[in-house]
């Protein structure tokens, strides 16, 4: 499988080809992701609430996110990985948004940076694209901007709302950002704004555009606190994971597990065991 780069991606949005991709955090969803022919990975801020198990992005920090990056490269050798940056990484002010996005480079060997905002953060997104990095934007739902959003609401639904995210729109695509990500907004207003930018807009729950994300704990139906309405659910893992785990109680109980296919044997007569065992009482 051979990796694909930035002009792929372009490519793929003139020729209206659709770009599939999941988050993931760790070696095996990669591995796997890799293996079914994901086009990117993600590895999200959410990791704070499917993996950490937060109420919210905020307290991820760059060393949880970088580790995590390292560890998705690992399993994702041949993959575009995006890597997530965290609240407080890159707010501060322009040079602190280089010195982090340089640190997702070269530690976690990703091939681009995430951020969210849009005109608010215009100045970071070109202080980065001018450092050679590759930026996404991520407009619409922030979630790292929840509480001046009212919660976790979708965007855009009002001509005055929508008026803001395609001047948000507008901002990163001028900024320098090579692709844009639209969360939790009409499809009226995505679709607008796919038409209009010419850089590659990405969809989570925000409807039809060059592309779909999906949260890998959602889709998977890993994460079962809460599920957006716009998953689509292509498994049940926490049933199948808790079924195993209460079948393997009952084996350990009831001493079904382990049996003598499940065990290692002695390589040399058992006299010379009892001999030992007898030597230590």
């Known amino acids: 499988m051979k990796k694909k780069t930035v002009l792929d991606f372009t490519e793929m949005k003139v020729k209206g080809e659709q770009v599939a991709w999941i988050t993931a955090y760790d070696y095996p969803t990669a591995l796997f992701g890799e293996q079914a022919g994901m086009d990117m990975l993600l590895v999200g801020d959410s990791l704070g609430m499917l993996v950490m198990g937060y109420d919210s992005t905020i307290p991820v920090t760059m060393e949880d996110c970088l580790a995590h ?4 490269r690992r399993g994702a050798p041949n993959t575009w990985i995006i890597g997530d940056m965290p609240f407080g990484s890159y707010q501060t002010t322009d040079s602190d948004a280089v010195k982090n996005a340089v640190r997702f480079i070269k530690e976690a060997d990703v091939d681009c940076i995430k951020l969210e905002g849009g005109q608010r953060v215009a100045s970071r997104i ?8 590759l930026v996404m934007g991520h407009i619409g739902l922030t979630p790292q901007s929840s509480g001046q959003l009212g919660g976790f609401k979708a965007q855009g639904r009002d001509v005055k709302n929508a008026r803001e995210v395609i001047k948000d729109a507008l901002a990163v ?4 950002a090579f692709s844009l990500l639209v969360e939790a907004v ?3 207003v995505t679709a607008f704004i ?3 930018l010419s850089i590659p807009v990405y969809s989570i729950g925000a409807g039809p555009c060059d592309g779909q994300l999906l949260i890998s704990g959602d889709m998977l139906g890993q994460f079962k606190i809460f599920t957006p ?3 689509k659910q292509y498994a049940d893992i926490a049933s199948v994971t808790v079924d195993a785990f209460k079948a393997y109680i009952e084996d350990v109980k009831s001493g079904a597990f382990p049996t003598d296919e499940h065990v290692y044997h002695i390589i040399e007569p058992e006299d010379e065991f009892e001999k030992l065992f007898k030597e230590f009482g």
């Open 194 to 196: 796919a038409k209009k």
């Open 229 to 231: 309405k716009f998953v």
């Open 126 to 133: 070109k202080a980065i694209t001018d450092a050679g990095i």
């Open 173 to 176: 695509e001028a900024a320098g």
């Open 69 to 72: 990056c390292q560890s998705v």
């Open 186 to 188: 009409p499809p009226e």
